[in-house]
């Protein structure tokens, strides 16, 4: 994948979290206030909980801090995926979102 590739992807990945925190925030009490600076998203919950989502350019990753750890993702030609193994990058927002809010989330493009 070319640089320009990686970052077309990559703009529309952030801003279907962007997206998806807007949709959550009027739909259910989450209060997910999402913060983005350049290439990275904040998304601080009501219990100042974070998760921090921000792009690697030079290795055409992203990457996702949560409380669970920190997760790399490359884009596989379908969807972003952890490179190791540990799944696609909205279910794996999902979980940590769900387990840091303490509500039923769902993160999906």
């Not at 320009?4 to 279907?16: G, N, T």
């Not at 409380?67 to 379908?78: L, V």
Request: glycine share 6%; with cysteine; charged share 25%.
């Amino acid at each position: 994948m070319t640089d320009p590739e990686f970052m077309d992807r990559a703009e529309i990945l952030l801003k279907a979290v962007e997206a998806c925190c807007d949709r959550i925030n009027d739909s259910t009490d989450a209060d997910i206030d999402n913060q983005r600076t350049g290439g990275m998203v904040t998304l601080t919950f009501p219990n100042r909980s974070q998760i921090i989502i921000n792009l690697q350019k030079p290795l055409q990753e992203v990457w996702l801090a949560a409380k669970s750890g920190g997760y790399h993702y490359k884009f596989d030609s379908a969807q972003w995926m952890d490179t190791k193994g540990q799944g696609e990058f909205f279910a794996s927002l999902t979980r940590d979102a769900s387990a840091q809010s303490g509500l039923t989330l769902e993160f999906k493009p």
